[in-house]
């Protein structure tokens, strides 16, 4: 059970779509782009827009996308932070004929992971530069890091058996 987030983002995203065709099947081949923030995405439902289309390839935009930050996952996010390559996790499920839907945008490794073993396809991207102050602000706040112990060794009698 997860907790109400703490933090709502509004995000779009964008994906690129590249039709590939080898003997006579044509495959869908779909890379993430990035994420974009700011409240001009809070539109109520994800709604996709064409963007562009050059060269096979064509690049869309989803938006009303949030990206939530929750209190529990406040760890992970650290390690994300952390990381050589900071990035957000846009999960997309699986439409018929090969669309994909994008259903969350996640800064947190493990739901990704998750949403990978459901079937789903993710994609990560860099963190945009104006999500990170707010991701660290609240990683700060809510993830205290353990302080690592020593363990002690049990001492020994002097024959060797305790």
Request: hydrophobic share 40%.
């Amino acid at each position: 059970m997860r907790f109400q987030p703490l933090v709502n983002i509004p995000v779009a995203v964008v994906l690129a779509r590249k039709e590939i065709s080898r003997s006579g099947w044509t495959i869908l081949n779909w890379e993430g782009v990035a994420v974009l923030a700011g409240e001009r995405f809070a539109a109520g439902e994800a709604r996709r827009q064409l963007l562009s289309e050059a060269d096979g390839v064509a690049q869309y935009l989803w938006d009303g996308l949030r990206l939530e930050l929750y209190r529990d996952a406040a760890e992970t996010y650290w390690f994300n932070l952390t990381a050589t390559e900071p990035s957000l996790f846009i999960i997309c499920s699986e439409e018929e004929g090969g669309e994909l839907l994008p259903i969350a945008v996640t800064a947190d490794h493990d739901q990704s992971t998750s949403a990978t073993e459901a079937d789903c396809k993710v994609f990560a991207v860099p963190i945009p530069a104006e999500i990170i102050p707010q991701l660290e602000e609240f990683v700060m706040t809510h993830f205290k890091p353990q302080k690592r112990r020593k363990r002690r060794r049990d001492e020994l009698s002097g024959d060797g058996v305790q």
